[in-house]
């Protein structure tokens, strides 16, 4: 009946942080609620960094001490506080091989345990002290703050009672941290994922570069495309011209098509947009065939400004077009231009009069002999970034809600929902407020409003960002994160579901103390360009310091969430490039359904048994 029978003995050394603020694992995440009973570890069943994989193999090591009949184990390791107890909390500090234990505890566990140090640890000064010297052992494997020693850590009401809620200012603010993934790039415009299971993220630069990065953060030495002889920029400060627009097909692993939309100069005088159609390399699953481009659409720029320039498929299949209103222009308003408007298209087809592509049936305007059929919404200024909703992890609350930025003109930014043969107000309405008065008071036109808009005190040009649907950051989850360029500031709107408004939920850098784990960070740079997701939902947006095409600049952050939580531990499944390339080199003439099924399975059981 050992008070040290239950304690666990294996310690994992990996990526290790913590702060004296918040409890931190060794896996460098917040503590979870372990999804099953744990046996061995549960002092920390309720809220721990152990799941009971980790739990069961703990308990067979301990089964292999038979040195040590009555005795113990030293592994802190489940500990929501496993990081304090290893002294993570500084990267400079050589990591302990042994958690703290209060001296009262540590003496006790020497008289009656200590044969089994040897077992724990190839530290010579702690097996040669252990064996010489008690009262020198328990000295250098106390810890100088007892709060978090074993078993004090236990009993801590301070520190136990707030684990689980989210961390807030004294004003309200939810605090975050970042985790820098990359940087050094070219005005990154963009990251989008290939939804083809091996969680690539694929980094568009304004100057007509995409790079793939990939699940650990290192970058392909080869770029995935470069049309930047083809697209049209200058190194003019703040030029909204250039590669603007990346859209992997729902079928891509199948099919290998994307889109892209980009500037381009025809002759040295005339501006279009392009969105064309491409293809992947038949031999390199991480190089865009660059012979395969198919033009699809090109509209004439009237100005070097309001070029939008977001691609993306709706889960109807679609692909959806934001088209910006062509800035000088007089704003064209109206559904029968293509400029100002979001489009939607069927890519897997071709039309009778002769257009790489087919209209949907049911685009709203198709009977409307004054209205471009390629029309799905309308009143658009400059919509910049939008997104799909992946919808609640549980209940698929909001799943396939189209969200947009649009950049205001005069006093005021919004943020949209995009809805079918919507009209969003301009150049009537500038967020909730007239623009024009003489088409503020045509009734007829039926406005759709905002769900959020904000005065230029506040900043002058959003950049839309996602509902946020990851694992990780829960207490982000069901909040829009987006931002504004201009002022640099990180914004949320929460949803009240029953009246289906939107309200403003602060969000701020963490201070000092909070982001201080080892390689978080609280600042990044002024000019937020873009917001991305990546394959499983967690969030990102992509800065920089000056916003100039041939400036590098810029940094993909990722949102990391320094608060306790009770969620679940994050498990994703994943196809590691090689194993793609192999599949692929197995199926050359592409995959059926059952094939990937079946193959995806199967790696994930491999990656967790080696796991």
């Known amino acids: 009946n050992s008070p040290f029978r239950r304690v666990i003995i294996i310690i994992y050394f990996s990526y290790l942080r913590a702060t004296l ?11 979870f609620k372990p999804p099953y009973h744990l046996e061995f570890c549960r002092h920390y069943e309720k809220l721990g960094c152990c799941d009971q994989k980790m739990d069961n193999l703990s308990f067979r090591n301990c089964k292999s001490l038979v040195n040590c009949k009555t005795c113990i184990a030293l592994s802190q390791e489940c500990s929501p506080y496993a990081a304090h107890l290893f002294d993570a909390e500084d990267p400079y500090t050589p990591v302990r091989h042994l958690p703290g234990l209060c001296l ?23 097996l040669e002290t252990c064996e010489k010297d008690r009262s020198h052992f328990c000295n250098l494997i106390n810890l100088s703050d007892q709060d978090y020693c074993y078993p004090n850590v236990l009993k801590n009401n301070d520190l136990y009672s707030s684990l689980g809620k989210v961390v807030e200012d004294t004003k309200g603010c ?20 290939s939804g083809d299971d091996t969680h690539r993220m694929f980094v568009a630069e304004q100057v007509g570069f995409v790079w793939v990065y990939l699940k650990d953060g290192s970058r392909l030495e080869q770029p995935f495309l470069d049309i930047s002889g083809e697209v049209l920029t200058t190194p003019w400060l703040g030029d909204e011209r250039g590669f603007l627009g990346l859209a992997f097909h729902p079928k891509y692993r199948n099919s290998g098509r994307f889109f892209i939309y980009y500037s381009i100069l ?15 390399s038949a031999h390199d699953m991480n190089m865009a065939d660059s012979l395969s481009e198919r033009v699809l659409l090109e509209i004439e720029e009237p100005a070097a400004n309001h070029n939008g320039g977001q691609l993306l498929f709706g889960l109807d299949g679609y692909l959806y077009i934001f088209t910006g209103d062509g800035g000088k222009a007089g704003d064209p308003f109206g559904k029968s231009a293509l400029l100002g408007k979001v489009l939607r298209i069927d890519v897997d087809g071709s039309s009778i009069d002769g257009k790489p592509y087919k209209i ?21 200024r400059n919509m910049w970034r939008c997104s799909v909703d992946r919808g609640d992890l549980l209940t698929g609350y909001g799943r396939g809600r189209i969200f947009c930025g649009d950049v205001g003109q005069n006093r005021y930014e919004e943020v949209d929902i995009i809805v079918k043969g919507g009209n969003y107000g301009w150049r009537a309405k500038e967020g909730f407020e007239c623009f024009d008065m003489k088409l503020c008071q045509n009734t ?8 959020f808009a904000y005065g230029h005190h506040v900043g002058k040009s959003v950049t839309g960002g996602y509902v946020y649907r990851g ?14 360029f201009m002022s640099g500031r990180l914004m949320a709107l929460k949803e009240d579901k029953k009246s289906g408004s939107w309200k403003e939920k602060n969000v701020c850098m963490g201070d000092t103390k909070t982001c201080s784990f080892p390689g978080l960070i609280n600042h990044h740079h002024k000019f937020i360009i873009s917001f991305a997701e990546d394959e499983a939902g967690e969030l990102y947006f992509l800065a920089t310091s000056y916003p100039n095409a041939m400036s590098p600049f810029g940094t993909l952050y990722k949102f990391m969430d320094p608060s306790r939580t009770y969620r679940f531990k994050c498990h994703s499944v994943y196809i590691p490039v090689e194993s793609w390339s192999l599949l692929r080199m197995l199926s050359p003439n592409g995959f059926h359904p059952d094939f990937w099924k079946s193959a995806i399975i199967y790696l994930s059981q491999i990656m967790n048994t080696n796991q």
């Open 174 to 193: 939810l605090q975050l941290c970042l985790t820098e993934v990359a940087n050094g790039l070219r005005n990154p415009v963009l990251m989008v994922h």
């Open 21 to 31: 603020a918040h409890p931190q694992c060794l896996d460098y995440q917040p503590p």
């Open 444 to 451: 007829s036109l039926d406005d759709i409003l905002p769900i």
């Open 360 to 380: 949907p049936p049911d685009n709203p305007f198709l009977r409307e002999p004054d209205a471009k059929p390629e029309v799905y919404a309308y009143g658009v």
């Open 471 to 484: 694992c990780e950051s829960p207490n982000l989850s069901g909040l829009y994160i987006f931002g504004d």
């Open 104 to 126: 009262t505890y540590c003496s006790d566990f020497h008289s009656k345990c200590h044969s089994v140090v040897k077992y724990l640890t190839n530290s010579r000064t702690l």
């Open 266 to 280: 025809i002759n040295g005088k005339l501006e279009k947009i392009r969105i064309s159609e491409m293809k992947v």
